[in-house]
Every structure is written in structure tokens, then in C-alpha cells.
């Protein structure tokens, strides 16, 4: 540890406390990427993690690259964000919709089941954050083409309704 430490001091190495959120991980990460040019958003499960940390806790951060380029969500491009302060600065990820439709696409595309609930976590927790009209936008454009992708995005669609109906967001 003393010799990383040095290093970092240096420049040469950096070290990261396990005392820090993941978003202040994240935020640390991205402002150090920013200063070689490139732009970065937390996407996946990590998303989920910075909008609501009781909802899951993801153990790494995962990040896409925006500089010269859009994310994706299945095939869809992601054109704004949402950004969470920190103490250290602040760290672009998607917004709450887009993070619940990407859970969404992990669970049809890959029959991530865990998807499926860390998404509804998110909905019961953040209901009244969740624009519905936003988010049917965002589900319908994952373009579930076979009879299974469909009825599992049918199935995945009225899970989340009844959640942030049943949290007193609006659905309509």
C-alpha cells in the first residue's frame, strides 16, 4: 500500500478507498477520464445503483464512452443523462427511465430474471421519479420481434405498471 500511495503521488498510480460510495468512485473516475478528452456515462446495473442504492447494489461500475459516440440501449441511442452530485463532482448515467429499460432489454435479450426485479426495485422506490409516457417509449423501442421476446416484454411492462401504480407514481 505504501508503495502505491507514492506512485500515486507521482501521478503514476491511483488508488481508490473501499470507503467511497460507488458514486463518488464513479465520479472520481469519470472527472479523471474527462481529463484526457474523454466523456463517460455509468450505464447497467450500475445506473440502478447511483438512482437508488437500496434498490441494488452493483460491485462495479460499468461505463460508456460518449465522446465521438452514443450509447445504446438495444438500438436505440441514448441522448441525455442524469447527473449525480458528489463531494467529489458530479457523474453522468443514464436517466431513471432509460436505467429501467436497460434492465428491461437485459431481461429479454439475455433472460436476465435479476434484471427483470432490479428493475421493479427501482420502480417501487423511485415511483414518483419515473415518467410512465418515457418509459413505454423507451420499452417499445427494444423491439421484441419473436412471439417469446414479446410476451416477455408484455409480461416485464404490466410488472412495472402495477409497481409504480402501486407506489403512487403515474402510469398513464
Not at 503514476?12 to 464513479?26: G, K, M, N
Not at 474523454?38 to 460499468?62: E, F, K, M, Q
Not at 464512452?65 to 441525455?80: E, F, S
Amino acid at each position: 500500500m505504501e508503495r502505491a500511495t507514492a506512485a500515486a503521488r507521482d501521478g503514476q498510480a491511483f488508488v481508490i478507498s473501499p470507503d467511497l460510495t460507488l458514486a463518488e468512485v464513479a465520479a472520481i473516475v469519470s472527472t479523471r477520464l474527462a481529463g484526457f478528452g474523454i466523456d463517460v456515462c455509468v450505464v447497467g446495473g450500475s445506473a440502478i445503483t447511483l438512482h437508488s442504492a437500496d434498490a441494488y447494489t452493483s460491485h462495479d461500475i460499468d461505463l460508456a464512452i460518449l465522446t465521438g459516440i452514443d450509447p445504446y440501449i438495444a438500438n436505440r441511442p441514448v441522448k441525455t443523462y442524469a447527473e449525480i452530485q458528489t463531494k467529489f463532482g458530479p457523474v453522468r448515467t443514464l436517466e431513471i427511465d432509460d436505467a429501467i429499460a436497460d434492465r428491461i432489454a437485459a431481461f429479454l435479450f439475455w433472460n436476465d430474471s435479476q434484471s427483470l426485479e432490479v428493475a421493479e426495485r427501482l420502480c417501487a422506490r423511485r415511483a414518483p421519479d419515473v415518467r410512465w409516457s418515457r418509459l413505454t417509449k423507451a420499452l417499445d423501442a427494444l423491439e421484441a420481434t419473436d412471439a417469446t421476446s414479446a410476451q416477455n416484454l408484455s409480461f416485464a411492462t404490466r410488472r412495472l405498471r402495477k409497481t409504480i401504480s402501486d407506489q403512487g407514481g403515474e402510469v398513464n
